[in-house]
């Protein structure tokens, strides 16, 4: 039986509220696999749907309507912030690209926080429309993207591969810190004001790191995003490790909840006593790409460990995948996925 003072399932798991049926809610729900968004593609290029917050938020909603997520996510791109600090970020079929790249030299060059996050407005203007079109059953999330992950998109160009630069360069990330955590951490109060129930930090590349390095050099920064905005802000970093955390199973600091992919076994978290706040994830995206009885034999395998658990056990829990919904993934899988989902666990 649903014990929740929350008016959604999802700030119902926001809340730690006891719930049988997690809300539901995927990365990358509104993409490429998407027949709606493609259609959208056809008459917008990526910056466009980004940069106009109505076509932003149609987007957003379309992945909602399409599928009965139980939450709208901002369609936008961790790198603007890049983009208005003077890296000339431009977008075509290979991915993003910058013009420059992060030098020593260039961090005086940079304009002040609040020129750029003047440049990055249209980012909160498009959660407004987003929450004034979403029904009042749905929870609305922000993002930004981490800060590590966007040095190293600064210095290398790209978050893939040995991060060699990146990780031979913590004076030089220091530096960068000083800039992009109080613009991240003004982008967080922004998406917060314009709506957003929680926002979440992206911060992709940062699983990459030995976990020393990890808290040594991070942990300070993101608990200053933590706190922009303290029980309203989630993480997420994809090969993050409980080794990476002091305690295995939250962030230090006024954290809401944490994201992880499908390397972790979600169960044996949700069960550490010294587990709070939410927790999301995390089917391995990969498998959504089997339909028919190979899919059901996936999905029955990932939930079963949930369904012997009680809702008490489960609070908290946002169901999703352990990273975004891949490009190619067919839309009946992710139908599946969210009916079979309710079904198993109401």
């Known amino acids: ?21 997690p809300p539901i809610w995927l990365m990358r729900q509104a993409g490429r696999y998407q027949r709606a968004y493609q259609a959208f593609r056809q008459q917008h290029s990526f910056e466009q749907l980004c940069r106009t917050p109505d076509l932003s938020a149609k987007v957003a909603l379309a992945a909602v309507d399409d599928f009965d997520f139980d939450a709208a996510i901002l369609f936008s791109d961790l790198l603007f912030p890049l983009d208005a600090l003077g890296f000339g970020l431009s977008y075509d079929d290979g991915g993003p690209r910058l013009a420059r790249s992060l030098t020593p030299e260039m961090l005086a060059t940079m304009p002040s926080i609040d020129v750029a996050l003047a440049d990055l407005s249209f ?11 979403l029904p009042a059953d749905k929870g609305l999330i922000g993002f930004v993207g981490g800060p590590w992950t ?6 290398e160009g790209r978050h893939t591969g040995t991060l060699t630069r990146s990780k031979s360069s913590f004076a030089l990330y220091q530096q960068f ?23 979440m930090v992206f911060d992709t590349a940062a ?8 808290r ?13 905005a303290a029980g309203r802000v989630g993480y997420y970093a994809r090969a993050l490790h409980p080794a990476h955390l002091d305690n295995g199973a939250t962030m230090t600091g006024p954290w ?26 995390n089917f391995d995206p990969a498998l959504l790409h089997l ?52 079904r198993r666990l109401a």
């Open 177 to 199: 810190a000083q800039v992009i955590v109080p613009l991240i951490a003004a982008q967080i109060r922004a998406q917060v004001q314009a709506g957003a129930d929680v926002v």
């Open 207 to 214: 699983g990459e790191l030995a976990p020393s390095d990890f």
């Open 1 to 21: 039986m649903r014990v929740t003072a929350s008016d959604t399932a999802f700030a119902g798991a926001l809340a730690g509220d006891v719930q049988d049926v």
């Open 123 to 133: 980012q909160a203007d498009a959660l407004r429309e987003t929450r004034q079109a």
């Open 150 to 155: 966007l040095f190293v998109y600064a210095l």
């Open 256 to 281: 809401a909840g944490l994201g992880v992919d499908w390397r972790w076994h979600l169960p044996e978290l949700m069960r550490s006593p010294g587990r709070r706040g939410f927790v999301q994830g």
């Open 216 to 228: 040594r050099e991070l942990s300070g920064d993101l608990t200053k995003l933590a706190e922009a």
């Open 291 to 342: 339909t028919g009885g190979a899919l059901d034999r996936a999905l029955d395998a990932f939930l079963d460990p949930f369904a012997a658990m009680t809702p008490a056990e489960r609070r908290g829990w946002i169901c999703g995948l352990g990273h975004g919904v891949l490009p190619g993934t067919p839309e009946a899988s992710v139908r599946t996925f969210v009916k079979t989902v309710r």
